[in-house]
């Protein structure tokens, strides 16, 4: 379940926004950017507010421009979190929405890929889809993990990661503490087998990646940094 923090600062929206197009994948209604012709690609799963995002989208954009095929798709078939909807019940969309079936979807966007001549794929999870990048980061289907302010995590799940994986955390956040993402760090550093990276940002809350105020110059630079990494980390491990 998410937290209070997981539906503050809901991002601003652009349906028709960025420089990719809208197509189908896995079953999925998704945003595409990037060279078609690459041979790798960044999966992006997004916070509760789905992938209208105007802020993600134009970080996707700002991947592909590395030479990634880059795709967000609508995981919440339509139905993002929407708090200006009266009817808007948490629980409710919590029911429909579980990590566990954005992961199943996640699996089929992943075989779709690589059915199109995908050959490594890097993935990225905001909040709500850092639970379902981690999930990922157990399997195969992918060969490198960003997982940036997530939801609730255990030890459990951690564990059981198994490639190249780097942890974006904020200094303010009782979703997913500071300590909590060094301890998940100090579990990950354990695997010889791959290389890992945590990060607390100092002075940013839960969310700061991509629900920044573009008028506000220091969150713009906080939220640059993390993507920054982010975008190393694919282009050192998604080859």
Not at 60 to 72: E, L, P, R, T, Y
Not at 115 to 127: E, H, K, R, V, W
Request: aromatic content about 10%; overall charge negative.
């Amino acid at each position: 379940m998410s937290s209070a923090e997981c539906f503050k600062n809901p991002p601003v929206l652009g349906p028709t926004s960025g420089a990719g197009t809208l197509l189908e994948l896995g079953g999925l209604k998704t945003y595409f950017t990037g060279p078609s012709e690459s041979k790798h690609a960044i999966l992006l799963v997004s916070d509760v507010f789905g992938y209208e995002n105007l802020n993600l989208r134009k970080l996707a954009d700002k991947v592909a421009a590395a030479g990634f095929f880059v795709v967000i798709p609508d995981f919440f078939y339509g139905d993002p979190v929407n708090l200006d909807n009266p009817q808007f019940d948490r629980d409710s969309w919590h029911k429909a929405h579980s990590r566990e079936k954005g992961y199943e979807d996640a699996k089929l966007v992943t075989a779709a890929l690589k059915s199109q001549g995908i050959s490594a794929i890097g993935a990225a999870g905001f909040c709500w889809g850092g639970n379902v990048v981690v999930k990922l980061a157990k399997t195969n289907d992918i060969q490198a993990a960003v997982i940036l302010h997530p939801g609730r995590l255990t030890d459990e799940e951690i564990v059981e990661v198994k490639v190249p994986t780097a942890i974006l955390g904020a200094e303010i956040d009782k979703t997913s503490p500071p300590e909590q993402m060094k301890h998940f760090g100090e579990i990950l550093s354990t695997k010889s087998e791959f290389n890992s990276f945590v990060k607390i940002f100092p002075g940013v809350a839960h969310g700061w990646t991509t629900r920044y105020n573009a008028e506000d110059e220091s969150a713009v630079k906080s939220a640059e940094e993390a993507h920054l990494d982010m975008l190393n980390w694919f282009t050192k491990y998604v080859n």
